[in-house]
């Protein structure tokens, strides 16, 4: 059972707000990764990083960004939501080695009013 | 470049039967291949995954072969459960390049009891 966790797990906010979606995980992988998964169930790279200090976008551009100050934390914030940010987001993790399967955690729905 | 074409959805079953979902992939190489279960509400988990040709990944009585000759990893299982209802994402990790997993874009199962 992978140990990977996001908070909030639901999230209503106002155009305009700053927020931080959570994410840690406690395995001591090196690697981490944010999608977006849009209603049609489709899921897009957002951003991902190799180790601390390292952040890299995705394939999906995003107004979102991230940062990687501890192993196992890799925040992602949006300075200011917008209704068009309404989705789910899901962060994972996976060790730094060839062939190694991401472990998502349990996810977060946005919605933007 | 590298894709997943997935069996469109939704797919709707009765209890006990016989399940397939197709998965074809294009690639440089031979990718790693996973198949993801993500049920209602929740994040993606993996299910089953295969990383060289003609290896058989296999969990909770599903199973799937990598076939290089087809370019195919199709997910079966002989008798499903109503407990079997999620969206279902094939997808390949490349050997070359930034390591990022690439998904199908998903299978909504339901199964009717």
């Known amino acids: 059972e992978a140990d990977i966790y996001q908070t909030p797990r639901y999230l209503v906010i106002g155009t305009g707000k700053k927020i931080t979606l959570e994410c840690s995980q406690t395995?001591?992988?090196?690697?981490m990764y944010w999608y977006q998964q849009d209603p049609g169930m489709e899921l897009h790279l957002i951003h991902y990083?190799?180790?601390?200090?390292?952040?890299e976008k995705g394939d999906l551009s995003s107004e979102s960004t991230v940062s990687r100050i501890r192993t196992e934390h890799f925040p992602l914030t949006l300075e200011s939501a917008r209704p068009s940010h309404t989705s789910q987001y899901l962060c994972?993790?996976?060790?730094?080695?060839?062939?190694?399967?991401?472990?998502f955690g349990p996810g977060t729905r946005l919605l933007v009013l | 470049g590298n894709s997943v074409t997935q069996m469109e959805g939704p797919v709707t079953l009765s209890e006990e039967a016989f399940l397939t979902i197709n998965c074809t992939y294009t690639?440089?190489?031979?990718?790693?291949l996973f198949w993801y279960v993500q049920y209602p509400g929740e994040g993606l988990q993996l299910l089953l995954k295969?990383?060289?040709?003609?290896d058989k990944g296999s969990n909770k009585g599903f199973e799937a072969t990598y076939r290089k000759e087809t370019t195919s990893f199709h997910l079966e299982k002989g008798s499903v459960q109503v407990s079997d209802s999620a969206v279902y994402f094939c997808?390949?990790?490349?050997?070359?390049?930034?390591?990022?997993?690439?998904f199908g874009q998903g299978t909504r199962l339901t199964i009717n009891p």
């Open positions: 994972a993790s996976s060790e730094n080695r060839e062939y190694e399967t991401q472990y």
């Open positions: 395995m001591g992988h090196d690697k």
């Open positions: 990083s190799y180790g601390v200090n390292s952040t």
């Open positions: 690639a440089t190489g031979y990718p790693s």
């Open positions: 295969a990383t060289k040709a003609d």
């Open positions: 997808a390949l990790l490349p050997i070359q390049g930034a390591q990022k997993l690439v």
